[in-house]
């Protein structure tokens, strides 16, 4: 059963930067190459968004929200994805969780309905901006 860990939340104030990490396990034999892995994140009394994800040529897709702020790096021989956050702002304080995804279903985005389609799941990790 596939598992994902996140690792680097905390707190820090408007305009500092943290760093999320992601690291997969329990694919089965050959499925790695198959999946895909992005960022979403929760705030209270918000929908889950979609952040970033990386499709399995490397290129990434962020939300409007985040463009020029925050760097989705995935690391394939390590199995993790990375989330570096710079310039970060109050409104980025939520709950952010690393999913998997079949990498064609990635072609549809990280818009409406997208965290439908992320079949796994971490625990999640969380980020507070302080003002």
């Known amino acids: 059963q596939v598992r994902l860990v996140e690792s680097g939340g905390g707190s820090v104030e408007a305009g500092g930067s943290l760093t999320l990490s992601c690291k997969a396990s329990?694919?089965?034999?050959?499925?790695?190459?198959?999946?895909?892995l992005g960022w979403f994140r929760q705030a209270p009394g918000k929908g889950r968004e979609g952040v970033a994800a990386?499709?399995?040529?490397?290129?990434?897709k962020y939300a409007d929200s985040v463009k020029g702020r925050f760097t989705a790096v995935q690391d394939r021989t390590k199995d993790t994805l990375y989330l570096q956050m710079n310039s970060l702002k109050p409104e980025d304080t939520a709950m952010y969780f690393c999913?998997?995804?079949?990498?064609?279903?990635?072609?549809?985005?990280?818009?409406?309905?997208?965290?439908?389609?992320?079949?796994?799941w971490g625990q999640g990790t969380q980020v507070s901006v302080s003002s």
């Open positions: 990386v499709d399995n040529n490397g290129m990434t």
């Open positions: 329990g694919y089965s034999a050959g499925a790695a190459s198959a999946y895909c």
């Open positions: 999913a998997g995804v079949r990498c064609a279903l990635l072609d549809y985005g990280l818009g409406t309905a997208a965290a439908d389609r992320f079949a796994y």
